[in-house]
């Protein structure tokens, strides 16, 4: 496309998706401008299918339709955080704080516990440094290709172990 069709077509489809799109975009829970942008890539990526207008606004109606329906199952897969996962919400409350400690000191237990060199690979994998698997494998003196099997034998463990020592969770919304 040259230049002089690009804004003959932005002259053109404008104002018919701005009105498409400020339409659809509501039930898609998305933002109008957002959903215009969309079909604005689409259109610069594949063009419209026919050179007639009448099959121009065709085209720029179901690609509207069809970014709508693209976000709304985008929104659906899509689950934001919750606000109490994050460490600055569990502080707020000084319970969950109480709880999320307390949760940290078991494990930290548990691991402290396990045998051979898990509990210096579990403290490595579980230290706020964030370390990557080749600095982990540094600190511990083995190959980095042995991290994830004995990693998989420390957790294996560490599950066996707590399962011991917490009761499992009760059925939900049913009678024992």
């Given at each position: 496309?040259?230049?002089?069709?690009?804004?003959?077509l932005?002259?053109?489809?404008?104002?018919?998706?701005?009105?498409e799109?400020?339409?659809?975009?509501?039930?898609?829970?998305?933002?109008?401008?957002?959903?215009?942008?969309?079909?604005?890539?689409?259109?610069?990526?594949r063009?419209?299918?026919?050179?007639?207008?009448?099959?121009?606004?065709?085209?720029?109606?179901r690609?509207?339709?069809?970014?709508a329906?693209r976000?709304?199952?985008?929104?659906?897969?899509?689950?934001?955080?919750?606000?109490?996962?994050?460490p600055a919400?569990?502080?707020?409350?000084?319970?969950?704080?109480?709880?999320?400690g307390?949760?940290?000191?078991?494990?930290?237990?548990?691991?402290?516990?396990?045998?051979?060199?898990?509990p210096?690979?579990?403290?490595?994998?579980?230290?706020?440094?964030?370390?990557?698997?080749?600095?982990?494998?540094?600190?511990?003196?083995?190959?980095?290709?042995?991290?994830?099997?004995?990693?998989?034998?420390?957790?294996?463990?560490?599950?066996?172990?707590?399962?011991?020592?917490?009761?499992?969770?009760?059925?939900?919304?049913?009678?024992?």
């Amino acid at each position: 496309m040259d230049l002089l069709k690009e804004s003959d077509l932005l002259r053109e489809l404008g104002p018919l998706l701005s009105a498409e799109a400020a339409a659809e975009a509501p039930a898609a829970g998305v933002d109008a401008a957002d959903l215009e942008q969309a079909v604005w890539v689409r259109l610069l990526e594949r063009g419209p299918c026919t050179p007639d207008p009448t099959g121009r606004a065709r085209w720029l109606r179901r690609a509207v339709r069809a970014e709508a329906r693209r976000a709304r199952r985008r929104t659906r897969r899509e689950v934001p955080y919750a606000a109490a996962s994050t460490p600055a919400a569990a502080a707020a409350e000084p319970e969950d704080a109480l709880l999320h400690g307390e949760a940290n000191r078991a494990l930290r237990s548990a691991v402290a516990r396990l045998p051979g060199r898990c509990p210096q690979l579990m403290g490595a994998l579980l230290s706020p440094r964030d370390l990557t698997y080749r600095e982990i494998a540094g600190e511990l003196g083995i190959s980095q290709g042995s991290l994830g099997p004995v990693r998989s034998r420390c957790l294996g463990c560490l599950r066996r172990m707590l399962a011991a020592e917490v009761e499992a969770p009760g059925l939900r919304g049913r009678e024992r």
